[in-house]
C-alpha cells in the first residue's frame, strides 16, 4: 500500500495534467501485476461495493478509539467524511506492516464471510497494524467510495504510455466486465485476443463539448449534420456471435434491463455496433427522461412498468458493420450504412434513426436549438460530416448546443456541512419557494457559488441559525438565490411535488426580498409548459 498511497498524495498535491500522467506511468511501472489491475480498476471508477456496513465501521472505530459516541458523532460533523474522521480519532499502530493494493483488497473481500464481531476484530487488528499516513485510504477503500483526482482518460494515456500502445486500443481493452482476481495483465493489456473471445466489449464513447464560441466560426453549416441531443441513456447495441449486449456509457450492462431490444440478436447481423441514444417512447413520441427513472431503479420489472414505460434506441452512429470497425470512416459513410442497415429490419422493432435537421444557415441551427424543449430534447449536436469517430471527450468535429435552461428564484431554508476541504463551512443547501403564504422546499443545490460568496454565506448560516439537526441548520428565510436547471417533472416523494433534473446556483440575489421568490405556482406553469 505505500506506492499506492504515495500515488494518492502525489495526485492529490498537484493540478497539473502532465504531473498527474508521470505519476501514475511511475506507478505502472513499478507496481506488481495484481496491485497495477486494482489500482487501475478503482481509477476507472469501477464499482468494489460496501465491504462493511457504515454502523460497524463506526462501532469498530469508536471501540478502538476509545472516544464516548458522541464525541465521534461531533467529529464526524466537524470533519464531514467518515474514512478521515476514523484516521484522526484512531490510536497509533502497534507494528504497522506493509501490505500491498491486492492483500487489502483481498483482506477487505473475505471480511464479508465474516459474523458481524469477528469483522469488528479484524478491522481492528488491522488499523493496528496500517501506519497513520496509510489508514485514510485504506478506510476509502472499505467504505466502496474511493475516488482519485484522475479521469478514465488519463489512466488510459499513462497505461498508453507504460505499454507503448495506442489510446484507443487501451480505451478498447478496458472496457468491459472485467476484475482484477480473475484478469491477467498479459491477457488484459497486451496479447492479442481471438476476436470471438472478447465479442461482449462495447468501444469507447465519443463524447461531445458544449459549443463554448459562435457556431459562424466552424465553418459553412453545410459541412455538418445537425441532430438532436435528446435526454437519455447513452448507449451501444452489440450482436456478435448471435449474441445481444446493451451497455451504457457508464460502462453498465443493462441487457437484461432492457428486454425490448433482445429481439434483435436475431434481427441484427452478426458484427453490429450501433451507437445511439436509449430512451422512454410511446404513441409516436417521447416521453420526459423522469419516465426512464421509474425503470432504471427497479430490480424486477414488471408488466405494467413495461407497458408504461416503454424503451427505443435513436441510432446516429454505426462503430462496427459485417464485424469490421469502421470508426476510421467518415460520419457521412458511417451513417448511410446505418440507414441502410435499419431498413432492411422490421417496422416494429424499437429502433429509430436520429433525424438530420435541415439548417442551410447557422440561423437555422440556432432555431433548431430553440425548439428543442418541443422535442423533449436538451438542444442540438452538431457533428462534422467527414469526422471519424473518435475515443472520449474531443474538441473539434462533435459539438452539443444546449438550450438555455429554466431558471426559479428560491429562498435558502437549510445549509449542511460539505465534505472534504469544505467539511467545516455550510456548502450544500436547501431552498424553498411560496405557497399560499408558506415555504416549501423544492430542489438542494451546492454548485455555482464562487469561493468569496460561499464564505460568506457560511458566516451568514452561522449568525441565523433557528436550529441545528446533525450536519443541518434551519436558517431565517431572508437569502434568495436563482436556480438554473435542465428539466422538471412530478414527484410523489417530494414535499413539493416536484423534482428539478441538476439543479446549480447561478447567482446570489441580494436585489431581491424573499417575499419576492418564486411560488409553487410558476414551478407548475414550468411543468405545464414542459409537457405542452
Known sequence: ??????????????????????????????????????????????????????????????????????????????????AETIALCLPPPLEPKAYTLNETMAFL???????????????????????NNHRFVFNKLITGNFRMGVSKQLVIKALSITFDKPESEMAHRLMGNWHPTTADVQQLLLTEMPKDERSFEPYP??????????????????????????????????????????????????????????PLADLLPNGTVIDGEILPFKDEKVLPFSVMQ???????????????????????????????????????????????????????????????????????????????????????????????????RRRGNWWKWKVEPYTIDGVLIYGQRGHGRRANL?????????????????????????????????????????????PVRSVTPTLVFELAFEGISSSPRHKSGIALRFPRIVRWRKDKPAKEANTKADLLALLKQQKA
Open 294 to 392: 421509474t425503470r432504471t431503479g427497479r430490480k424486477q420489472l414488471s408488466k405494467k412498468i413495461l407497458a408504461d414505460a416503454p424503451l427505443i434506441m435513436i441510432c446516429y452512429d454505426l462503430l462496427e458493420y459485417d464485424g469490421e470497425d469502421i470508426r476510421a470512416r467518415p460520419l457521412e459513410t458511417r451513417r448511410n450504412l446505418l440507414v441502410t442497415l435499419l431498413e432492411k429490419l422490421p417496422r416494429d422493432i424499437p429502433l429509430l434513426i436520429s433525424g438530420i435537421i435541415p439548417c442551410d444557415t447557422w440561423h437555422d441551427v440556432a432555431r433548431a436549438r430553440e425548439e428543442a424543449r418541443a422535442y423533449q430534447c436538451e438542444g442540438v449536436m452538431l457533428k462534422r460530416k467527414q469526422s471519424i469517430y473518435e475515443t472520449g
Open 109 to 131: 473481500h473475505d471480511l464479508k464471510n465474516l459474523s458481524d464481531e469477528e469483522m469488528e476484530a479484524a478491522l481492528s487488528s488491522r488499523w493496528m497494524h496500517t501506519p
Open 205 to 262: 464513447f465519443y463524447l461531445a463539448y458544449q459549443l463554448d464560441k459562435d457556431p459562424e466560426s466552424l465553418g459553412n453549416a453545410d459541412e455538418w449534420f445537425i441532430e438532436r441531443k435528446y435526454d437519455g441513456i447513452r448507449g451501444q447495441i452489440i450482436v456478435r456471435n448471435g449474441s445481444l449486449y446493451i451497455w451504457s456509457r457508464g460502462e453498465d450492462l443493462l441487457t437484461d434491463k432492457f428486454p425490448e431490444f433482445h
Open 1 to 82: 500500500m505505500r506506492a499506492f498511497n504515495e500515488l494518492f498524495e502525489e495526485i492529490d498535491r498537484t493540478t497539473s495534467t502532465n504531473a498527474k500522467v508521470e505519476a501514475l506511468v511511475r506507478y505502472f511501472r513499478s507496481a506488481h501485476n495484481q496491485d497495477l489491475l486494482w489500482c487501475v480498476y478503482l481509477l476507472m471508477g469501477k464499482s468494489t461495493g460496501r465491504f462493511v456496513k457504515t454502523a460497524i465501521l463506526r462501532q469498530a472505530a469508536i471501540q478502538l478509539s476509545q472516544l464516548p459516541a458522541w464525541l465521534f458523532e461531533e467529529s464526524y460533523h466537524v470533519v464531514g467524511d467518515l
Open 426 to 470: 455550510y456548502t450544500d443547501y436547501t431552498f424553498a419557494v411560496w405557497d399560499n403564504g408558506e415555504l416549501v422546499p423544492f430542489a438542494k443545490a451546492y454548485s455555482g457559488l464562487t469561493d468569496k460568496e460561499i464564505l460568506e454565506v457560511d458566516a451568514w448560516i452561522k449568525r441565523h441559525t433557528i436550529d441545528k439537526f446533525g
